[in-house]
């Protein structure tokens, strides 16, 4: 057995494992954390990106709509991407507090 250091396990029967600590094992573990944090900014770059597209877009969509349909389907435009934001906010806010 290595002198190195290890993490003591209690058992349920009140003995005691011990587990050596790797360097392999903390890099990889190190390695994972940061590829989840990267995998979720760039989720979350991608989220407001579409969003903020999507507005941009409806934007331009109310435009040409107001001038040759009229004001109503401007509404409806603007309300569906209300409801598009305010659904990816709640589910952004949901998934910072559960994770």
Avoid at 48 to 64: D, F, H, P
């Amino acid at each position: 057995m290595s002198n190195g250091p290890f993490l003591v396990r209690t058992t349920a029967f009140g003995g005691k494992h011990l587990i050596p600590l790797s360097s392999p094992s903390l890099v990889a573990g190190v390695a994972v954390t940061v590829i989840l944090i990267v995998v979720v900014t760039v989720g979350a770059f991608v989220a407001v990106t579409i969003v903020v597209v999507n507005i941009l877009v409806c934007i331009v969509v109310l435009v040409i709509v107001d001038v040759v349909v009229g004001p109503t389907s401007v509404v409806v435009c603007v309300t569906c991407d209300v409801l598009v934001l305010v659904v990816v906010i709640v589910v952004g806010l949901a998934y910072a507090r559960y994770r």
